[in-house]
């Protein structure tokens, strides 16, 4: 998996929802170390680190990568899905124990191929009209989406003027806001980010219409 900074707090919210939970990374460790009987010190030996990270780690004092993260999670037999996913993370989203799999797709392709080894679940109540899911990689949505944040995304052909979506254009998948002239019948797409210039689609270009993004992971200090 990528590099990208994962820090002590992780929020979770829906660009349009009223979803907001907060969850300490730090003490989801600890907790899942605890629950596993496994000793900072012993934690420490099978990383190669000394314990003053761990207890770092865990008081959120010092981030973490998400290779670090996921070497870390490997040795207290956890996936990053999993840690995720706990049920304390899902008893604090919903209450409701309906729970729908959302692929994670690293690699998005014009077919649609939503086949993956990774699934986050949430809450039926939340997740009715996300798809899939997949990592934002660059920065031209700043600030409302950052650099690796994970966006929840429709399987959807129609998208009203404004609307964030993911896009294929000549063999490149973007993430952008969605504008129609229904006049000329033109299609602008524009980044957040003033340093990123709109992209006006032409007439031979193979552009196609992935998806409109309903929600995020959004990663914070």
Do not use: H
């Not at 896009?167 to 003033?194: D, G, M």
Request: proline share 3%.
């Amino acid at each position: 998996m990528t590099l990208f900074n994962i820090y002590q707090l992780l929020f979770y919210r829906f660009v349009k929802g009223d979803v907001f939970v907060l969850l300490d990374i730090g003490k989801m460790i600890k907790n899942l170390r605890m629950n596993k009987g496994i000793s900072q010190e012993k934690l420490a030996e099978m990383l190669g680190i000394n314990k003053a990270s761990i207890a770092n780690y865990e008081t959120g004092r010092r981030s973490l990568t998400i290779d670090k993260l996921e070497e870390l999670l490997k040795c207290l037999d956890t996936t990053i899905t999993e840690f995720f996913c706990s049920d304390k993370m899902e008893n604090l989203i919903d209450t409701n124990k309906t729970l729908k799999n959302i692929p994670i797709i690293t690699k998005i392709s014009v077919e649609k191929n939503y086949n993956s080894s990774e699934y986050l679940k949430l809450p039926i109540s939340i997740a009715q009209k996300v798809d899939f899911a997949t990592f934002m990689l660059d920065d031209s949505m700043e600030p409302e989406i950052k650099d690796f944040d994970l966006l929840f995304v429709q399987d959807t052909q129609f998208l009203e003027n404004g609307a964030m979506g993911i896009f294929f254009l000549n063999e490149n998948i973007y993430c952008k806001r969605f504008f129609k002239n229904p006049i000329e019948n033109k299609i602008t797409l524009k980044s957040i980010n003033p340093k990123y210039k709109p992209i006006n689609i032409q007439d031979n270009d193979n552009f196609k219409i992935i998806g409109k993004i309903v929600g995020k992971f959004e990663y914070n200090i």
